[in-house]
């Protein structure tokens, strides 16, 4: 089965560390871009930024530069999104999403679970 | 302008038809795409480029574009179509990606 397999729920303190994973599988990993998307409690989608895992080249949202850090183990297909200074307002939902290119258009097809991520002290 | 507007909210009768808008610059260049999310479950893929369905996704979901707006029509809504719906397109620089604020629609 094509899925996205995101790690599990966490909780944190405020300025402590955090990295969540999300493996491909199913698929061939590195012919596709991922992305991540976040979602605030009872609020829309946001897109944090995109990775090529066959170059590992990276694209931030201007909102989430310097605020998060997307990397990626090809080895293994997995990506990873990373803070190294949690806040109460980064508390939500994350998801990766297969990133698709049609022609010129861009779209998201295959969407992981998401990772709840809650940050209280 | 890099944004992508949304109404709130829409409503509409069990088996009429219902046009959700989103409105936004960069869909003088692209197509959007379009995203379903019910409560508790993650987004879902309706609708992409020109007028693209993915498989499973009922042919009473249909997509256009008219200058600077993209819309998602559903022809004889029913119960089950009731959800969040999310517009998406790469904005006009072309490196980045834009959502809309989400429209909730509520089948009455």
């Known amino acids: 089965e094509v899925q996205l397999l995101q790690s599990g729920a966490e909780v944190k303190q405020p300025g402590e560390s955090l990295k969540i994973s999300c493996k491909g599988l199913?698929?061939?990993?590195?012919?596709?871009?991922i992305a991540w998307v976040r979602q605030m409690p009872g609020k829309g989608l946001e897109w944090m930024g995109y990775?090529?895992?066959?170059?590992?080249?990276?694209r931030y949202s201007p909102s989430f530069q310097g605020q998060v850090t997307i990397s990626v183990d090809k080895a293994i297909n997995t990506a990873y999104l990373q803070w190294n200074n949690l806040k109460a307002s980064d508390t939500a939902i994350y998801y990766c999403?297969?990133?698709?290119?049609?022609?010129?258009?861009?779209?998201?097809?295959?969407w992981g679970r998401g990772t709840l991520v809650t940050v209280s002290s | 302008s890099s944004e992508l507007t949304q109404d709130p909210a829409v409503s509409v009768a069990l088996g009429q038809t219902v046009r959700i808008t989103c409105q936004g610059d960069?869909?003088?260049?692209?197509?959007a795409s379009w995203y379903q999310q019910k409560p508790g479950q993650s987004p879902i893929l309706v609708m992409y480029a020109k007028n693209n369905r993915p498989s499973g996704i009922p042919d009473r979901f249909s997509g256009s574009r008219s200058g600077n707006t993209a819309s998602l029509t559903i022809t004889g809504a029913q119960a089950e179509d009731e959800a969040d719906y999310y517009c998406h397109s790469r904005d006009i620089t072309g490196y980045q990606n834009l959502f809309g604020g989400g429209t909730k629609l509520t089948v009455l």
């Open positions: 960069s869909f003088r260049t692209y197509y």
């Open positions: 999403v297969r990133h698709i290119t049609v022609n010129a258009d861009w779209y998201f097809d295959l």
């Open positions: 199913g698929y061939s990993f590195s012919s596709f871009y």
């Open positions: 990775l090529n895992p066959d170059d590992s080249n990276i």
